[in-house]
């Protein structure tokens, strides 16, 4: 993807949340898409997302970080 090495992704499997702008005008929603499809196909469980928001973090995002954590505490 050019962001990233993808190639050296950890051996272990934790659970991804990712939450990307569908108007994002800094990294593309694609990027995303392609994030979400690489850690799937590693084996990830990955909760994709997207909000109707540009290249920012607005209480939705935070909301969704905090359930997500809270699901995934141990």
């Given at each position: 993807f050019g962001?990233?090495?993808?190639?050296?992704l950890p051996t272990s499997?934790?659970?991804?949340?990712?939450v990307h702008g569908t108007?994002?005008?800094?990294?593309?929603v694609a990027h995303g898409h392609?994030?979400?499809?690489?850690f799937i196909s590693q084996g990830f469980t990955v909760r994709y997302d997207?909000?109707?928001i540009?290249?920012?973090i607005d209480l939705r995002v935070i909301g969704k970080f905090v359930q997500f954590?809270?699901?995934h505490s141990a």
């Open positions: 962001l990233w090495d993808h190639t050296n499997h934790p659970d991804v949340l990712i108007y994002d005008e800094v990294v593309p392609d994030t979400r499809d690489t997207e909000l109707p540009g290249h920012t954590l809270i699901e």
